[in-house]
């Protein structure tokens, strides 16, 4: 699983990247997780609004940082949705 963290490198989108590790530790599931801060990698996904998450190359999150708990489910929505 790869998983991308899109903004410029504010603290938001930092946290969402400490989150986002946190949430696969408690699922017991590991993934590379890239943080992407190229404004135009950024446009180049689609992102509209930051922090943004991707998963395997699907946007799945935009605009806001959500709780651990709330990143486990949809880490495991995107893997269900993958297979």
Do not use: F
């Not at 989108?13 to 135009?40: F, P, S």
């Not at 509209?48 to 651990?68: E, S, Y």
Request: aromatic fraction near 2%; hydrophobic fraction near 40%.
């Amino acid at each position: 699983m790869n998983i991308d963290v899109y903004g410029p490198g504010c603290a938001n989108c930092k946290r969402l990247a400490q989150q986002a590790k946190e949430a696969l530790a408690n699922l017991g599931q590991e993934a590379e997780i890239t943080k992407v801060e190229d404004v135009m990698a950024i446009s180049d996904a689609g992102v509209m609004r930051t922090p943004a998450l991707a998963i395997d190359g699907r946007l799945v999150l935009q605009g806001r940082v959500p709780g651990v708990t709330e990143l486990e489910h949809i880490i495991k929505k995107a893997q269900l949705q993958g297979k």
